[in-house]
T-cell receptor, first 114, second 109 residues
Framework: ETGVTQTPRHLVMGMTNKKSLKCEQHLGHNAMYWYKQSAKKPLELMFV???????ENNSVPSRFSPECPNSSHLFLHLHTLQPEDSALYLC?????????????FGPGTRLTVL | GQNIDQPTEMTATEGAIVQINCTYQ??????LFWYQQHAGEAPTFLSYNVLDGLEEKGRFSSFLSRSKGYSYLLLKELQMKDSASYLCAVLDSNYQLIWGAGTKLIIKP
């Protein structure tokens, strides 16, 4: 596998379920990101990890819980979500956080909360 | 507050030229990115401008004017595969990316 991969590609869950999104990058990058993309809205940065340390948390509700066990893997744990959380969740990586390096995105997980 | 403005949707004809504008108001500036995103796919990097002027890359060019807070992406010899959303993003003084909502480009035969 090359680039940035995400699983699952599609997820439907009820408000009481617990699920996890997984992201893996094969680029040797040190920074990883979670974004939320809703229709006709700008990408919303949720979390940034640099060398497995969380460096950014943009006022995201606690029902979203990130985990970065190593520089190649990133998880987003979901619990007691709301219907308005339905969106495309994109993972990205870059060589370093906090500079001009381009970000490489995964294909996203399309999440539907019923 | 920080703001990126770009048109919601544009339509152009195959073989023609289209210019997608982006204006920004951010706290500081460390460069501007353009990304392309096909429906259901990941955004992919197109260009990065940090100095004023035009950067050409094949059929795609990107222009920046820092004094005007303005950029455009120029696509020449349009092909059907160029139908996608084009995202403008500015790196602010904290090196945080501020994103526009994207411009959906529809190419007609």
């Amino acid at each position: 596998e090359t680039g940035v991969t995400q699983t699952p590609r599609h997820l439907v869950m009820g408000m009481t379920n617990k699920k996890s999104l997984k992201c893996e990058q094969h680029l040797g990058h040190n920074a990883m990101y979670w974004y939320k993309q809703s229709a006709k809205k700008p990408l919303e940065l949720m979390f940034v990890y640099s060398l497995e340390e969380r460096v950014e948390n943009n006022s995201v509700p606690s029902r979203f819980s990130p985990e970065c066990p190593n520089s190649s893997h990133l998880f987003l744990h979901l619990h007691t979500l709301q219907p308005e959380d339905s969106a495309l969740y994109l993972c990205a990586s870059s060589l370093r956080a906090g500079d001009y390096n381009e970000q490489f995105f995964g294909p996203g997980t399309r999440l539907t909360v019923l | 507050g920080q703001n990126i403005d770009q048109p919601t949707e544009m339509t152009a004809t195959e073989g023609a030229i289209v210019q997608i504008n982006c204006t920004y108001q951010t706290s500081g500036f460390n460069g501007l990115f353009w990304y392309q995103q096909h429906a259901g796919e990941a955004p992919t990097f197109l260009s990065y401008n940090v100095l004023d002027g035009l950067e050409e890359k094949g059929r795609f060019s990107s222009f920046l004017s820092r004094s005007k807070g303005y950029s455009y992406l120029l696509l020449k010899e349009l092909q059907m595969k160029d139908s996608a959303s084009y995202l403008c993003a500015v790196l602010d003084s904290n090196y945080q990316l501020i994103w526009g909502a994207g411009t959906k480009l529809i190419i007609k035969p």
